[in-house]
Every structure is written in C-alpha cells, then in structure tokens.
C-alpha cells in the first residue's frame, strides 16, 4: 500500500511535524511513504532517513502568491501520476486544495485532508472568511474525509458549510509522553527568577509584541522566545527598542524542545487564531501550566483555572494578570503543571492519535473497495 502525504511548509511547524509522525509510524507497518513537500530541509532530511520517496515542490509557500500558487500545482500532478498512491492524505490549506483538484482530476482516490486549523478562521474580514469556505466546500465535494484537530474546526466547517457532517472527524494532534520528561528543576528554587517560554513561529497570528508588552508589565520574569518566522527582524527590534534585551531571549530554532521546557516554569501562547496548538500539548506534557488565548481548539486543552489560564486575545493587561499570577505562586505553578500532564497522558498521546488516522484509512479504503493487505492500529 502506498501514501503520499502532501504538505505545504511554513518552516518546520505543527503541520510538518504532524505528517513526520506519521511517516515515521506509517513506515513501520509496511506502507510505502510518498511525500510532496516545499523544501523544508529538516522535514527532508528525516523524511529521507524513513526511505520515503521525496517530491520537492519549490512553490509551495504558506503565503499567498498567485504566480508561485499556479506553478505550483505541476509538481504535485507529477507526484501522483508518479507514485501511484493508494491513499492521498493532504495538510494544510494550499496542499489540500492543490491535491484534491489533482485527485478529482485524474481519479485518484481515495483523499483525506487534515484541517490544521481552517483559513477561513478568526482574524479575517468576513467576506474573506466567506470565499475561502466557499472554495474549501468545492474541495469538499471531492474529499473522502476531512480531519479537524478540533472539535471548534469541525464546528467551523458545519457552519460555513464545507462538508457533509459524516465526512469531519475530530483527531486531537497528539505527542509522545516518553519524550517530553521533567528534569529536576531543584536547582531553580534558589533563584527568583521565572522562566517563561514561546515556541511557534514567530508570524503576525502569534503576537509576540502583544507578549513582549506583557513581559514589560511582569519585571521579575525572562521570556525565552523559540522559533523562527518573518517576524524575526521586527520582534528583535521592538525587544531593543523597548530595553529588553536582557529579559526578552531569542533562541531561534531549536531541535531540542523537550529540553527547553523542561527547564522553563511557564508556557505562553498569545495567539490572535489558531488550530489545535501541538507545542501547547508539549508544556503540558512536560508539566507545564499554560497561560494562552481563548480562540480556536485552546480551551479543549486548556481548562481555564485547572491546567492554566485562558486570556482574551489582543488582551495585554489580562496576560499579564495571568502570568503574575503564576510567577508568585510555586505551589499553584506544580499544581496546574501535575493537572495539564495528567489530561495531555489521558486524551493527547502520539498512540491514540495514530491509531485514530489508521482507522480512518482503514474506513475509507474498506468504502473505495480498495481493501488494503493491512492497516494495523498504533
């Protein structure tokens, strides 16, 4: 059985990240592994290391450039004509349009699509929102199953109408409790100091100057900052403009994350939008308490006073409160840490996710009479 994962790439983020753990299980069991991707390089060169078959497609970038879009559809024709796969399993807004136009074209079927969050989300004008469903709906039309990361995405596209509502399934993204661990953090009671840590792309949804101006509000607290993005020159700016260079850090990216939280005391993700946040997963896994925004999936991981805290967006002063409250309170910090490591075990592991997608292959295999030799569950 063959099947080509197609992803646009934006760096390597949640998206990226979510089809390498499936490659890497996918492999396991048997499946020859086809994948269309931008030329992200660590995404290569792991992908690389499974012996998946690689198609680079140079326009597929995550912002919008109608030249780059257009071209960007040969490629991924070219994949499918050459790989020849038993399933299409698409991620991410450009990817998923692109390959469902080639799937409906030359009848290659079946096709999934993996919403990582939906464009036409919150955070834009409303006629944008409503074009963007509209295309996603045509898309729809010719989807075996649409996978939403949350159950607010699934909401969403019943709304806007993007598909049937026996088409959407709801899979949580999910990690692996063996390696994210707590180092002893012992060492730290001595010292007043409170590490809070960001990790995500460092893009306008995230809002990093909006945290930067929390940070300014909570003085006894250093902000590491992980992760790369366009916005890199404008945040290191706004850091020096505004004094903080000795309390506001920029590791870029960094490949040891489960090490970085580890070593922190509180996790931050201001988001103006999101889908189901994978690094929110990955502090709770490490023991974290999270302070993030209520938008999108966030509170199907965050429950508001018990793992962390929910913050309206674009909030400053909220934010802050938030953090503070933390900052002063060792004993409140553990006591949401040991609360979010607990539902993070119970509901958003690496097994549970995988051995959910399986079955959805399975499902639609089993429905195109395309019964495959086997699908075993994680």
Known sequence: MRILYVVTSAGFGGASMHVLQLMRYFTTQGFEIGLVSAPEPRLLREAEKLGVRLFVNPYFVRRLHIFNDIRAFVPVKKAIKEFSPDIIHAHSTKAGLIARFWSAVLNVKPIIFTAHGWAFTEGREYWKRFLLAQIEKLAGYVTDKIICVSEFDRKLALKFKVAREDKLVVIHNGVDPNEFFKISRDYRKSSNEVIVTFVGRLAPPKDLLLLIDAIKLVPEIKLQIVGDGELRQQVEGY??????????????????IPKILAESDIFVLPSRWEGLPLTIIEAMMSGLPVVATRVGGIPELVDDGVN????????????AK????????????????????????????????LSKIAQVYEDVLIKRKKIPQYVKNA
């Open 239 to 256: 850091i020096f403009k505004n004094g903080l260079r000795d309390r506001v850090i920029l590791l870029g990216e960094r490949f040891d």
């Open 308 to 319: 962390g805290y929910l913050v309206p967006s674009r909030d400053v002063n909220a934010l």
């Open 322 to 353: 938030a953090i503070r409250k933390l900052v002063s309170d060792v004993e409140l910090r553990e006591r949401m840490g040991k609360a979010g490591r607990e539902k993070a075990i119970e509901k958003f592991t690496l097994d549970k996710m």
